[in-house]
């Protein structure tokens, strides 16, 4: 079993920042890749952003520059620094996590809301 809880979301001004932050529990293992995406209103839901056990990240062109994933895999949990955040970031956002015991499997959290105001 596996549980995700996402944190840290809100409401912010265009320019503000934000950190999210998610905690995994259950059979999780430093190897898997944690990441965050995100679903607005209308739109399906995209990635944000993504690591890997081996440092490898992969970000949104939309959020180059101006989010930052990190993890701390003593702690199980995922990070996400959002700075310069823009309207177009309003989005609930998800963690998640990709596991793979017996086959490759993504395990969702509940979401966060993040509203930026112009």
């Known amino acids: 079993q596996v549980q995700l809880v996402e944190s840290g979301g809100g409401l912010v001004h265009a320019g503000g920042s934000l950190r999210l932050s998610c905690v995994a529990s259950?059979?999780?293992?430093?190897?898997?890749?944690m990441g965050w995406y995100r679903q607005a209103p209308g739109k399906q839901r995209e990635l944000v952003a993504r690591?890997?056990?081996?440092?490898?990240?992969d970000y949104a062109d939309s959020v180059k520059g101006r989010f930052t994933i990190s993890r701390d895999n003593a702690k199980n949990t995922v990070y996400l620094q959002m700075n310069s955040l823009k309207p177009e970031d309003t989005a609930v956002y998800y963690c998640?996590?990709?596991?793979?015991?017996?086959?490759?499997?993504?395990?969702w959290g509940q979401g966060t809301q993040v509203t930026v105001s112009s």
């Open positions: 998640a996590v990709d596991t793979s015991i017996t086959y490759p499997r993504r395990y």
């Open positions: 259950g059979s999780i293992f430093s190897r898997d890749a």
């Open positions: 690591l890997t056990s081996g440092g490898n990240t």
